[in-house]
């Protein structure tokens, strides 16, 4: 919902959205609640820092915090929970506390992920399986609550999944994508009757601190527009996708990668 549409409502009449892996301030999770803070949105988030915690890049400290105020310095009214995804009651106890603190969600933007690299040969059974309950099962979940709970004018629902088609060295990732995006899109149908709409975007590769030096420079040399995606470039579509002007896209799994592989 854009700014111009959204100057003359109430902030209580803000609708909210449910943004999960904002773990990280440079996270396209954070630029996705801070894209749809400005326009309009109240903006609920879940993190999850023992994830972060055992990646190379390391919990950032008062993340949640400071994500907050940015959201509030855009008149947002915020609730951040914290939420292993991977356990099969968190999709519920999230609703119920975005709901008792903000009311009900209106847009569904899921930007979490277990990303761990390994292959055919050395991925663990253990790590398989972590995947598919936090890259599949989870969505699956928080799907299934907000379509029991949806409530909204038909119109107005979203839901949104962050996807990858990175298989090659990094396969219970891009396994557990792949039924990500099948799972998506079968809530643009299964949620038809509720007037929900329901798309995949693939941001590409997108540096929030995990790329090397070498995977840069591969990433430049595949991108025809010659730059780096950033968290941005996908929040500016999430943020079009949850606009009245979005409401005619469905059912569709979209690029925003600049080109690459084109």
């Known amino acids: 919902m854009t700014n111009a549409a959204r100057q003359d409502v109430p902030e209580a009449r803000r609708p909210v959205a449910l943004v999960t892996g904002v773990g990280r301030s440079v996270s396209i999770g954070a630029a996705v609640a801070v894209r749809l803070a400005r326009s309009g949105w109240d903006i609920a988030f879940t993190y999850w820092t023992p994830y972060d915690d055992r990646m190379p890049w390391g919990a950032e400290a008062g993340a949640a915090e400071a994500t907050a105020q940015a ?19 968190a999709a519920e106890r999230v609703f119920d506390e975005v709901e008792r603190r903000l009311g009900g969600v209106t847009a569904l933007v899921m930007c979490h992920c277990e990303s761990v690299d390994s292959g ?11 995947h ?15 379509g029991r709970r949806f ?15 990175h298989t090659v060295g990094n396969l219970p990732y891009g396994a557990s994508k792949g039924a990500l995006d099948r799972i998506t899109l079968a809530a643009a149908h299964e949620l038809a009757h509720l007037g929900v709409t329901a798309n995949v975007v693939n941001p590409g590769p997108v540096d929030t601190g995990w790329m090397d030096d070498t995977v840069r420079e591969q990433v ?26 979005g409401q005619w896209i469905n059912g569709q ?10």
């Open 253 to 262: 799994l979209l690029k925003s990668n600049g080109g690459l592989g084109s």
């Open 71 to 89: 959201l509030a310095e855009h008149g947002a009214r915020t609730a951040a929970v914290e939420a292993d995804l991977a356990e099969p009651s």
């Open 120 to 130: 055919l040969l050395d991925t663990t059974v253990e790590s398989f399986d972590r």
């Open 132 to 146: 598919f309950a936090v890259n599949a099962r989870a969505p699956w979940l928080l799907i299934r609550e907000y």
């Open 151 to 165: 409530r909204g004018t038909p119109g107005t629902g979203r839901v949104i999944s962050l996807t990858s088609d």
């Open 220 to 245: 430049l040399r595949g991108t025809p527009l010659g730059r780096m995606g950033t968290p941005r470039d996908t929040a500016h579509l999430v943020d079009f996708l949850c606009s009245p002007q």
